[in-house]
């Protein structure tokens, strides 16, 4: 099962796991947090670059970047995904 991701803000730009949401939620003493669920946006001319953490331009993907590493595909393995804010959700802080 794939892990969901959560934005704070519909203005977000990073979005995360619910643990690390509930991490950051317990180290602010908070017991309940509001969050946003990330919906996966298939962008036609940009990708996500774990590796740097940063939006790349999909055709220099794998023919310009130094960071290029396949195991096994055709796409590098640091090619992720792009999520976008969708309903806002609420969660007590366990």
Do not use: W
């Not at 959560?6 to 690390?20: A, P």
């Not at 130094?66 to 195991?71: E, S, W």
Request: proline fraction near 4%; aromatic fraction near 14%.
């Amino acid at each position: 099962m794939k892990p969901k991701y959560y934005f704070l803000s519909e203005n977000d730009e990073r979005c995360y796991t619910l643990q690390h949401r509930m991490d950051e939620a317990k180290e602010q003493g908070l017991t309940e947090i509001e969050l946003f669920e990330g919906v996966r946006d298939n962008h036609p001319e940009y990708v996500y670059c774990t590796k740097m953490e940063d939006i790349a331009d999909k055709c220099s993907c794998n023919k310009s970047c130094p960071y290029l590493k396949r195991t096994g595909g055709r796409f590098c393995d640091y090619r992720g995904k792009f999520y976008t804010p969708g309903k806002k959700v609420k969660f007590k802080v366990k």
